[in-house]
């Protein structure tokens, strides 16, 4: 249920193979799997040892890579990309992988993340020549590279590289090899995994089950590793790392059947509802959870509170998730469209309504609705995360600050925008502790404490905390 973004931040998914010959379709399938992490545009470039070639457009995996469009894709190496276009950042030429001709050969690219730094390096390479052809930050890094004086491959991506400051999970392709690199926060997951003898790189590993690729391990914060004809080689671009995993791919953006640093996304979900009903008590009939990233909080609650958890709420399979939809009437139209009350389950019931996050607040407020309008005499909502009160700069999809509802607002304000009879958000503490974590947390908690494991620019604050 998050709002929608602007600029050129966004939330995307990334998939690679390097060794078999069926490179574009393993890539297809890993694609789909993630395409839950953007549904706006999708591209996949094969490498078959001599030239790259690529196909993308703007749509979803089904409906871009058709079986004519799937004949043009041969090769023994693929990465592809699936992503969601942020106001102002839309459009054909943006969508990714991006890929590049020179005389000194050709280059691919595919990123999840956002570069906090990237308006500067921006205004630096055009001074001294650059021409953009996109919108999105992810061109910086081939610029870089270019303009690197190193003369092999490997120093040239290292060197631009270590200019870069945000999150960002990179897949490099060029003719002859396939470089994986994770920012030195290791903000965005990113795992390695083997299929035979090939190797697989995909955002989330519910990737490798779909294609029957095994979980090798999480590629680490600032390294790089380089996959060719010569194997894997495993090789760093930054030396001082903190490991600062971001929080909303538990909480949120995740699949459940994923792991993430050996932390199932489901049983962490579930946890956290377990922690929700420890710290919230509330006397009700039935719980429920806001289908589909809600749901294992739900059933961590109901479990914990001994309340029966019903499905309350169903959700309509063929509208997507409303945090993709790029404006907020088309968001507001497709919360109508995507999810309906059971009457049978909740007429005369005390209802307790778990979700994941607020972040306007109009989708609660519209979900709360439909639940008293189907018959609920109580519905109280429960939220499996902290208030989010400032903007997230590395990519996850959150607003301006004074967009976000709990920036300005009381608990007890939203309550009653919201229309609910209660409200509680999950502790800070309780959310850290649902994954196993004591002490100091590894992971990024910007959104929720304005804490951020990176300098943020000046330009790119000024972007946020005010309105465009």
């Known amino acids: 249920m998050l709002a929608e973004i602007k600029g050129l931040n966004e939330e995307c998914g990334i998939f690679g193979v390097w060794g078999h010959k069926d490179a574009a379709q393993l890539t297809y399938y890993g694609l789909h799997s993630l395409q839950h992490r953007g549904q706006e545009g999708t591209g996949i470039v094969v490498s078959d040892g001599k030239q790259l070639t690529g196909v993308k457009g703007e749509g979803l995996v089904t409906e871009i890579f058709t079986a004519e469009a799937m004949k043009q894709l041969n090769g023994h190496a693929a990465i592809g990309h699936v992503r969601y276009a942020t106001a102002g950042g839309g459009g054909y030429e943006n969508v990714q992988p991006l890929l590049f001709h020179s005389q000194s050969g050709s280059l691919a690219l595919a990123h999840n993340g956002n570069l906090v730094n990237a308006n500067s390096l921006k205004h630096q390479l055009e001074s001294q020549g650059s021409i953009f052809q996109t919108s999105s930050d992810t061109e910086v890094l081939a610029h870089l590279i270019r303009r690197s004086g190193y003369k092999e491959m490997r120093d040239q991506v290292k060197n631009a590289l270590s200019m870069l400051k945000g999150a960002y999970a990179y897949l490099i392709m060029t003719e002859t090899e396939l470089m994986v690199a994770l920012d030195p926060h290791g903000l965005r997951p990113l795992s390695l995994g083997c299929l035979g003898e090939a190797y697989v790189i995909a955002s989330e590993t519910c990737a490798f089950d779909v294609i029957g690729a095994e979980y090798t391990r999480d590629i680490m ?140 607040g109009t989708t609660s407020r519209r979900i709360v609705s439909l639940l008293k309008e189907a018959g609920a005499t109580e519905v109280h909502v429960v939220i499996s995360s902290p208030p989010i009160t400032n903007p997230c700069f590395y990519g996850i999809d959150t607003s301006t600050k004074e967009e976000l509802i709990a920036s300005d607002k009381s608990v007890e304000e939203i309550r009653q925008l919201i229309g609910a009879d209660s409200l509680t958000f999950l502790s800070l503490e309780g959310m850290v502790k649902a994954l196993g974590q004591d002490g100091e947390p590894k992971f990024c908690l910007g959104c929720f404490t304005g804490n951020y494991p990176t300098e943020i620019y000046p330009d790119t604050l000024q972007y946020y905390y005010q309105r465009g």
């Open 221 to 360: 914060p600032g390294e790089l590793l380089i996959i060719n004809e010569k194997g894997l080689t495993s090789d760093r671009f930054a030396l001082s790392t903190t490991k600062s995993m971001c929080m909303m791919e538990y909480v949120y953006f995740s699949r459940p059947d994923s792991n993430i640093h050996g932390i199932n996304v489901h049983t962490a979900r579930k946890n956290m509802g377990k922690r929700l009903a420890f710290e919230a008590p509330i006397e009700a009939d039935v719980v429920t959870g806001v289908p589909d990233s809600s749901i294992s909080a739900a059933i961590g609650y109901a479990e914990a509170a001994g309340i029966p958890y019903e499905m309350g709420l169903i959700k309509n399979r063929y509208v997507g998730r409303t945090f993709i939809q790029p404006s907020q009437s088309l968001r507001e139209q497709g919360v109508k469209m995507k999810l309906s009350a059971v009457r049978g389950v909740v007429e005369g019931k005390r209802v307790i309504m778990v979700d994941d996050s607020i972040v306007r």
